[in-house]
């Protein structure tokens, strides 16, 4: 017996790259099985191929409840191309646009932060809203007051004018600080979402032999969407202030997608550290590949540059129960320290970074694996759909 669709829902995306892809897919899967939700993404047409093409490899599903408005690639160019604001104003008005064509009940920005300003100034919304908040940032200490002040009217504001029923913040502890400034709309927590694969000694034997992963060395990783905000500078920097024996004992795997212009700094850069053993996979990373990736590894940094949200890297390590080297700074370094996942440093001193690696080399870094459990279910991919089906329809 079929069922008919309840909600009619529409998410608007314009990047395809890092978390916003694997976020997509992870809610094309989940929602597949819910047929009282009829689900449109608006999203590249890029993601979208690549999705038909690799799901059944990655093992997601694709149920006839899911439809998509591709934007094409002068479109996504032409967004990208303007400045944030007029790209807020752009996009927001798009979606609304293609959203009310559609007749959706209920809309979910994926990025709520790129789009407080065209919902304030652009076209009014006509049906329930919902968005993933990465970075309320207004409450940290380090945030000037004038920074903190413009933030909050903005969420204030843009929330009001939305009729916004529901934001879902992926900083936990920024909840007790967003509900008072949002009136009716509601606050909830929302994970970050990972999906855990089974793996294989088979399968992690040849993915050492595939890309000539020493089994003698401490493996470093870097994983992820790779730019200027991995650290991976500061990394090599550190290395300068470690002993010839302590650099013999470990190798930097590099994995994850890159820019043309970024791949060639890096690989000028890894040039001018010779005594380092690097091993660069300058590619797409997808399914139980990425979880490779840190099975391989035996200690995860996230050396991130000003992070101040959350980072699924953190919950991958966790999966495959990694130790981690991270910045003391924002959530990610609140979450190190209070869920013992390992060690946190000043990402920016790269003297800071080699102390922290001496006493791994030499005396480990203590860890909890119950609290790694503990992070690995409460981030999964179908806690994640479920927050948003509950806080978007219930």
């Given at each position: 017996m079929s069922v008919s669709p309840t909600y009619r829902l529409s998410i608007f995306d314009s990047i395809d790259d890092?978390?916003?892809?694997?976020?997509?897919?992870?809610?094309?899967?989940?929602?597949?099985?819910?047929?009282?939700?009829?689900?449109?993404?608006?999203?590249?047409?890029?993601f979208i191929q690549s999705f038909k093409k690799n799901r059944q490899i990655w093992g997601f599903d694709l149920g006839n409840n899911i439809h998509f408005h591709p934007l094409d690639a002068p479109t996504v160019q032409r967004l990208?191309?303007?400045?944030?604001?007029?790209?807020?104003?752009?996009?927001?008005?798009?979606?609304?646009?293609?959203s009310e064509a559609w007749e959706a009940s209920h809309g979910l920005?994926?990025?709520?932060?790129?789009?407080?300003?065209?919902?304030?100034?652009?076209?009014?919304?006509?049906?329930?809203l919902g968005g993933i908040y990465f970075r309320p940032n207004f409450y940290y200490r380090k945030a000037s007051w004038t920074s903190a002040f413009i933030k909050k009217w903005m969420l204030r504001l843009s929330t009001f004018r939305s009729s916004m029923k529901v934001l879902f913040s992926l900083d936990h502890k920024a909840v007790k600080h967003?509900?008072?400034?949002?009136?009716?709309?509601?606050?909830?927590?929302?994970?970050?979402p990972v999906r855990a694969y089974e793996v294989s000694?088979?399968?992690l034997s040849a993915f050492r032999e595939q890309w000539h992963i020493p089994a003698n060395k401490k493996v470093c990783l870097i994983f992820?969407?790779?730019?200027?905000?991995?650290?991976?500078?500061?990394?090599?920097?550190?290395?300068q202030h470690l002993t010839a024996d302590e650099l013999s004992q470990i190798c930097l795997l590099v994995a994850g997608a890159i820019s043309p212009a970024y791949q060639a700094h890096l690989e000028k850069l890894f040039q001018q550290f010779p005594e380092v053993e690097v091993i660069p996979i300058f590619q797409e990373i997808k399914g139980k590949d990425i979880q490779l990736c840190f099975e391989a590894a035996d200690l995860v940094l996230m050396l991130y540059q000003n992070h101040v949200g959350m980072s699924s890297v953190l919950v991958r390590a966790s999966i495959s129960q990694k130790v981690v080297l991270g910045t003391h700074y924002g959530l990610l370094g609140k979450l190190i320290q209070s869920m013992q996942l390992g060690l946190v440093v000043d990402a920016q001193n790269p003297i800071q970074i080699a102390e922290q690696l001496e006493q791994y080399l030499?005396?480990?870094?203590?860890?909890?694996?119950?609290?790694?459990?503990?992070?690995?279910?409460?981030n999964s991919e179908l806690a994640f759909a479920n927050t948003l089906y509950q806080g978007l329809f219930l």
């Amino acid at each position: 017996m079929s069922v008919s669709p309840t909600y009619r829902l529409s998410i608007f995306d314009s990047i395809d790259d890092g978390h916003h892809t694997d976020y997509l897919a992870y809610l094309i899967h989940q929602f597949s099985q819910k047929p009282d939700v009829e689900l449109l993404l608006i999203v590249p047409e890029s993601f979208i191929q690549s999705f038909k093409k690799n799901r059944q490899i990655w093992g997601f599903d694709l149920g006839n409840n899911i439809h998509f408005h591709p934007l094409d690639a002068p479109t996504v160019q032409r967004l990208h191309g303007q400045s944030i604001y007029k790209r807020s104003l752009a996009e927001w008005n798009l979606y609304v646009d293609i959203s009310e064509a559609w007749e959706a009940s209920h809309g979910l920005l994926m990025y709520f932060d790129y789009f407080q300003l065209g919902m304030l100034l652009g076209k009014k919304a006509h049906f329930q809203l919902g968005g993933i908040y990465f970075r309320p940032n207004f409450y940290y200490r380090k945030a000037s007051w004038t920074s903190a002040f413009i933030k909050k009217w903005m969420l204030r504001l843009s929330t009001f004018r939305s009729s916004m029923k529901v934001l879902f913040s992926l900083d936990h502890k920024a909840v007790k600080h967003i509900r008072p400034l949002l009136g009716k709309t509601q606050v909830l927590r929302i994970s970050d979402p990972v999906r855990a694969y089974e793996v294989s000694a088979e399968e992690l034997s040849a993915f050492r032999e595939q890309w000539h992963i020493p089994a003698n060395k401490k493996v470093c990783l870097i994983f992820g969407y790779l730019d200027p905000r991995k650290g991976i500078e500061a990394f090599l920097q550190a290395t300068q202030h470690l002993t010839a024996d302590e650099l013999s004992q470990i190798c930097l795997l590099v994995a994850g997608a890159i820019s043309p212009a970024y791949q060639a700094h890096l690989e000028k850069l890894f040039q001018q550290f010779p005594e380092v053993e690097v091993i660069p996979i300058f590619q797409e990373i997808k399914g139980k590949d990425i979880q490779l990736c840190f099975e391989a590894a035996d200690l995860v940094l996230m050396l991130y540059q000003n992070h101040v949200g959350m980072s699924s890297v953190l919950v991958r390590a966790s999966i495959s129960q990694k130790v981690v080297l991270g910045t003391h700074y924002g959530l990610l370094g609140k979450l190190i320290q209070s869920m013992q996942l390992g060690l946190v440093v000043d990402a920016q001193n790269p003297i800071q970074i080699a102390e922290q690696l001496e006493q791994y080399l030499n005396l480990g870094i203590g860890y909890s694996k119950e609290q790694m459990e503990k992070m690995a279910h409460e981030n999964s991919e179908l806690a994640f759909a479920n927050t948003l089906y509950q806080g978007l329809f219930l």
